[in-house]
């Protein structure tokens, strides 16, 4: 019986301890995005994207869709080569940079595999950055969406 509990509690123990572990990783990778988001370095949002994106994400088609006064455009990208994938993920980076380098990061919400990062522009544009992770290490992000409202 004692050693039935114990085992309970060790399990209990390493769940909670892989769950915070996750959350700490995301919340470091969430910040390490708002930095990269900063810099006009081509290289330094590639490099991101091939340290901190599962292979999945990479190899994920990019949606964009913008909706302004009732109209919307929507495209999906088809980047094939490995090279294309990760250079139309840094075309991204460039366009956040374009639109949030001079943000202030107004916070990080995460709760499990899940991040929500808030940022507001000068111009009034509040974004939310949306992340997830993978639950086993080295939890490598495995989603990704902007919603950006004026």
Not at 26 to 44: G, N, P, T, Y
Not at 70 to 83: L, M, Q, R, S
């Amino acid at each position: 019986m004692k050693t039935t509990l114990l085992l309970l509690v060790s399990l209990i123990s390493f769940s909670s301890f892989s769950q915070h572990a996750s959350e700490k990783t995301l919340e470091s990778r969430a910040r390490e995005m708002f930095r990269v988001i900063q810099l006009s370095d081509k290289a330094a949002w590639k490099k991101f994207v091939k340290e901190n994106y599962s292979q999945a994400l990479i190899d994920r088609p990019m949606r964009q869709r913008r909706e302004q006064n009732e109209a919307v455009d929507e495209k999906v990208n088809t980047a094939t080569t490995p090279e294309a994938k990760i250079e139309e993920k840094a075309m991204m980076f460039e366009r956040l940079h374009e639109d949030f380098a001079t943000s202030k990061l107004d916070g990080i919400k995460v709760t499990g595999q899940t991040c929500e990062m808030t940022l507001n522009a000068p111009s009034g544009t509040v974004a939310v950055i949306s992340l997830k992770c993978s639950p086993e290490k080295p939890y490598l992000l495995t989603g990704f969406g902007v919603e950006a409202h004026n």
